[in-house]
């Protein structure tokens, strides 16, 4: 005779046949093949599948590291494209459009979002299990689903890869010289610090300076005029022509290649 089966203890008539209390299970033996002990069936289960994902996860980390970028530098915060890790792009672009561009995006979207989530369980009582018999829940589940794979695609395809993998560029630090009367006037022009660095190694959105084999007419084309593929507009330089004459020998001077 299985544990069980078969035998009931009944002490007052008062007491139902059943006798079990509420909060204790069935016996293992009323499903057969339907359930399982939690320890160590179960969790022996969990714990494989969670091995194998991390060491999926760590052999992804080893072929992909994740990129770096060049330190953080202040005077060149001012032009610099961010973008956050991957599971937050969905909000990222939220806040690009003009309806979610203030608290309506940062908490009230979001709040609703994440306290439905939590509240889940709360909000839909139902004992169906199959998504087709629970049309409400399910759907806002796809609705939540398809809005975030949506987001999230809108932001990496409307990202400039292109601009922020320059302005992240780790590039060595030039070597230059301070003390000349063109470093000066390089610096006290915050559109050519602000722009192509302390340094001229580049900075936010400007190109390094170093080793671009320009002479110094053709420097002072290109503070005048702009760079020809418009990345760089022309006029912004505040001094005489003297001083355009100084500033554009000495970035030519740094410009030639070391072995010249």
Not at 106 to 135: M, N, S, Y
Not at 171 to 190: K, L, R, W
Request: charged share 20%; aromatic share 10%; net charge negative.
């Amino acid at each position: 005779m299985k544990r069980g089966k078969g035998m009931k203890f009944v002490g007052d008539s008062r007491v139902k046949a059943d006798g079990r209390m509420k909060n204790i299970p069935k016996d293992y033996s009323e499903y057969p093949g339907k359930t399982e002990a939690f320890w160590p069936n179960y969790l022996l289960k969990e714990w494989m599948v969670g091995a194998v994902f991390l060491m999926g996860f760590l052999c992804l980390t080893i072929a992909h590291p994740a990129p770096l970028e060049r330190m953080a530098d202040p005077a060149a915060a001012g032009g610099y494209i961010p973008l956050p890790d991957w599971y937050f792009l969905f909000l990222y672009q939220l806040l690009k459009y003009e309806y979610a561009s203030d608290v309506v995006g940062t908490v009230i979207i979001p709040g609703l979002a994440f306290g439905a989530l939590l509240l889940a369980p709360w909000l839909d009582t139902g004992k169906e299990r199959r998504p087709l018999k629970r049309p409400v829940a399910s759907s806002l589940m796809m609705l939540g689903v398809i809005s975030v794979i949506f987001l999230t695609w809108e932001s990496v395809d409307q990202h400039d890869w292109e601009a922020a993998a320059q302005q992240g560029e780790i590039v060595e630090e030039g070597d230059i010289n301070t003390e000349a009367e063109g470093y000066e006037i390089y610096v006290s022009n915050q559109s050519c610090i602000g722009c192509h660095g302390d340094t001229m190694a580049g900075g936010a959105g400007g190109p390094t300076l170093l080793d671009t084999e320009k002479t110094p007419e053709e420097v002072i084309n290109i503070i005048q005029n702009g760079s020809e593929n418009g990345a760089m507009p022309g006029g912004l330089f505040e001094g005489t022509d003297e001083e355009l004459e100084i500033l554009a020998e000495y970035i030519a001077a740094h410009g030639q290649p070391e072995d010249e």
